[in-house]
């Protein structure tokens, strides 16, 4: 099995991630530094398969294939998406230690709402991989009331910087609300769209991924997912 793909399964981190370590020098086969060429020999034993090579990603030892984890988060305002140790309000610090646990794509830590948590490496390169285009909802408040020009500008797509959003699905919820659907997973996104046309989002919370749904899941806690949203889940990337 290619190494990158093998680290994947392992939940070490995405095919992709995996990809970009191999080439900056951070992965170790054995007793030499990994190649992207590289292929590991795995066994089948009673626990499932193992690997014969001891694989080291940033001078750690990874872990054989652990069972696949599939859970739903509620992630506060606050919480860091990223998983830094040091870091107090890391998401780190509310994960199990077992199964080990990572985010599939991120929130900003101004923003709340629906984050899977999963050590599936392929299910995690699908839904982040740009070129896939799955649904993404989010409600939206800003600052002070829109009219239906701002709803026509934003399903249109944006231009800010030295980019222009695709085309996107939106709707009123309140006066200043609403709720909107991307395919893209463009850095803080919303907020710049919202602000390129004049106003400031003072409240993100994503609702939706796919056919999965945040419910009434109170903030800060996590569930696993049913058996039916998991098979949903699957199906719609597949």
């Known amino acids: 099995m290619r190494l990158a793909k093998y680290l994947a399964l392992t939940g070490c981190c995405s095919r992709r991630a995996a990809t970009r370590l191999i080439r ?13 060429v590289d292929t ?48 107090p309000c890391s998401l780190l610090h509310l994960l199990p230690e077992s199964p080990r ?43 002070r009331p829109f009219d239906d020009v701002f709803l026509g500008n934003m399903a249109a797509g944006v231009s800010y910087k030295d980019v222009t959003t695709l085309p996107c699905a939106i709707n009123r919820l309140d006066s200043d609300k609403y709720e909107i659907t991307l395919t893209q997973g463009l850095n803080r996104q919303i907020r710049r769209m919202s602000q390129a046309l004049g106003f400031k989002v003072i409240d993100l919370k994503r609702v939706s991924i796919q056919s999965l ?19 949903e889940l699957l199906a719609s990337v597949a």
């Not at 984050?115 to 740009?130: R, S, V, W």
């Not at 945040?214 to 696993?224: N, S, T, V």
Request: with cysteine; net charge negative.
């Open 24 to 36: 900056d020098g951070s992965v170790q086969l054995n007793d030499r530094l990994a190649t992207h």
């Open 40 to 87: 590991v020999s795995l066994i089948d034993t009673d626990a499932g398969l193992q690997c014969t090579d001891k694989i080291y990603v940033n001078g750690e030892l990874v872990s054989e294939i652990e069972a696949k984890a599939y859970w739903l988060f509620h992630k506060a305002v606050g919480t860091d998406s990223r998983l830094l140790a040091d870091l």
């Open 101 to 143: 646990l990572y985010p599939i794509g991120r929130l900003d830590k101004d923003s709340r709402g629906l984050l899977i948590l999963t050590n599936d490496g392929e299910l995690t390169h699908k839904l982040m991989h740009p070129d896939f285009g799955h649904d993404k909802t989010y409600h939206v408040q800003v600052d």
């Open 213 to 231: 749904q945040l419910g009434d899941l109170p903030e800060g806690c996590m569930r696993p997912l049913t058996s039916v949203e998991l098979t």
